[in-house]
Nanobody, 123 residues
Framework: VQLQASGGGLVPAGGSLKLSCVAS????????MGWFRQAPGMEREFVAA????????YYGNLVRGRFTISRDNAKRTVYLQMNGLKPEDTAVYSC?????????????????WGQGTQVTVSS
């Protein structure tokens, strides 16, 4: 499956953005979906993940309470609503897909990756 992320941009601190990631085929509905981010000079960091049904969600400690992951299987799309953005949220955000039954918090779990979208938060 191919993944296409979009929705990044430049926002002031405290602002909001909503990222989208569209999958190329209907296997999307059978996959765990995740968002990761990587800032310059930093390791890739887990942001959020959602089960195939949307019934379970997982968040990194730094974003819990500010970000919300959701999915629409009919549209083959996963979303990341980001509120209360901080300058330290600045990074390239990538979506990824993993088979059911895998550990959603580990980037090594994910088999398919999108190209990333830049999020920049100004202070």
């Amino acid at each position: 499956v191919q993944l296409q992320a979009s929705g990044g941009g430049l926002v002031p601190a405290g602002g909001s953005l909503k990222l989208s990631c569209v999958a190329s085929d209907d296997t999307f509905s059978t996959l765990v979906m995740g968002w990761f981010r990587q800032a310059p000079g930093m390791e890739r960091e887990f942001v959020a993940a959602i089960s195939w049904s949307g019934g379970s969600t997982y968040y990194g400690n730094l974003v819990r309470g500010r970000f919300t992951i959701s999915r629409d299987n009919a549209k083959r799309t996963v979303y990341l609503q980001m509120n209360g953005l901080k300058p330290e949220d600045t990074a390239v955000y990538s979506c990824a897909a993993a088979p059911i039954g895998t550990q959603p918090l580990l980037d090594s779990t994910y088999k398919y990756w999108g190209q990333g979208t830049q999020v920049t938060v100004s202070s």
